[in-house]
T-cell receptor
Framework: NAGVTQTPKFRVLKTGQSMTLLCAQD?????MYWYRQDPGMGLRLIHY???????AKGEVPDGYNVSRLKKQNFLLGLESAAPSQTSVYFC???????????FGQGTRLTVV | AQSVTQLDSQVPVFEEAPVELRCNYS??????LFWYVQYPNQGLQLLLK??????LVKGINGFEAEFNKSQTSFHLRKPSVHISDTAEYFC????????????FGAGTRLAVHP
């Protein structure tokens, strides 16, 4: 049972480049989330999804887009990367009606 | 809206000593409270949670936390720490309902020294 898997694990981008981070969960969870982790700020919610085909904005959505075309996958896109988006990105999933969220191992993104 | 304040950014402690990591929260609605641990270069792992009932909750690895509604606190404690407890600890809160969106504190880095 893989749980929550994020790809890639590391990436370096140049300013203005685009990329997509993939999150896949095999637990049939309804809810999925993208967080970013920055030193001294904990984790902040970027976007989330409560089911296939749905997305909603979190606390810090600007500069990111998401899609959830399949229940098991939640994609985070950066259309034009900026140095301020240098961070560690975590995906999480949660079964509806349950309280525990499960986290992926993170993607370390550096924008130069 | 909810917010979480972790009062210490770093806590150094010697092995086998007790430790307390402090967390205060604010919310105008009922909340659930969580502590997560992050080992170096790892994702987050749930240590324990408070949903309702007994205010003292026990988690994995010998950790426990006490919910204090009047002081809006949820401090994490361990009576005797090990080197392996060195990690970053995050307190988090979410509404008792809704879509399980977690609000995290800034984290406390626990450094256990021999």
């Amino acid at each position: 049972n893989a749980g929550v898997t994020q790809t890639p694990k590391f990436r370096v981008l140049k300013t203005g480049q685009s990329m997509t981070l993939l999150c896949a969960q095999d637990m049939n969870h309804e809810y999925m989330y993208w967080y970013r982790q920055d030193p001294g700020m904990g984790l902040r919610l970027i976007h989330y999804s409560v089911g296939e085909g749905t997305t909603a904005k979190g606390e810090v959505p600007d500069g990111y887009n998401v899609s959830r075309l399949k229940k098991q996958n939640f994609l985070l896109g950066l259309e034009s990367a900026a140095p301020s988006q240098t961070s560690v990105y975590f995906c999480a999933s949660n079964k509806e009606g349950e309280t525990e969220a499960f986290f992926g191992q993170g993607t370390r993104l550096t924008v130069v | 809206a909810q917010s979480v304040t972790q009062l210490d950014s770093q806590v150094p402690v010697f092995e086998e000593a007790p430790v307390e990591l402090r967390c205060n929260y604010s919310s105008s609605v009922s909340v659930y409270l969580f502590w997560y641990v992050q080992y170096p270069n790892q994702g987050l792992q749930l240590l324990l949670k408070y949903l309702s009932g007994s205010t003292l909750v026990k988690g994995i690895n010998g950790f426990e936390a006490e919910f204090n509604k009047s002081q809006t606190s949820f401090h994490l404690r361990k009576p005797s720490v090990h080197i392996s407890d060195t990690a970053e600890y995050f307190c988090a809160v979410r509404e008792a309902g809704g879509y399980n969106k977690l609000i995290f504190g800034a984290g406390t880095r626990l450094a256990v020294h021999p």
